[in-house]
């Protein structure tokens, strides 16, 4: 069973960055989309961010487009987000998610995803 887990998250100011890792267990990691997904206190898991599996192709929720940057190392078995210009609407839990079916292309829509981390925490203060 594939195994993700999260690493990077904290507390920081408004306009700081950050940048997240999620490391993936197993050997087929090159062959599925990987996201970033968030949740506020109260509020639905949203879409963040995806990637293809060659990291050719990205995709962003309109609210993080410029200001976050998904990437992957494949040899690695690491996916990353880099988050710039935090404002304290970001503060969430992050996760991690990998697509349910290989050599798919990167997609939004969270029933997409069949594998999760545990989430890493992202406090922005003001």
């Known amino acids: 069973q594939v195994q993700l887990v999260e690493s990077g998250g904290g507390l920081v100011q408004a306009g700081d960055s950050l940048r997240l890792s999620c490391k993936v267990s197993?050997?087929?990691?090159?062959?599925?989309?990987m996201g970033w997904f968030r949740q506020a206190p109260g509020k639905e898991r949203d879409f963040v961010a995806a990637i293809s599996r060659l990291g050719g192709s990205v995709i962003y929720a309109d609210d993080v487009k410029g200001r976050f940057t998904i990437s992957r190392d494949n040899a690695k078995n690491t996916v990353y987000l880099q988050m710039n210009s935090l404002t304290p609407e970001d503060t969430a839990v992050y996760y991690c998610?990998?697509?349910?079916?290989?050599?798919?292309?990167?997609?939004?829509?969270?029933?997409?995803?069949?594998?999760w981390g545990q989430g890493t925490q992202v406090t922005v203060s003001s």
């Open positions: 197993g050997r087929t990691f090159n062959t599925y989309v």
């Open positions: 998610a990998r697509h349910r079916t290989p050599f798919r292309s990167p997609t939004s829509t969270k029933a997409d995803f069949g594998s």
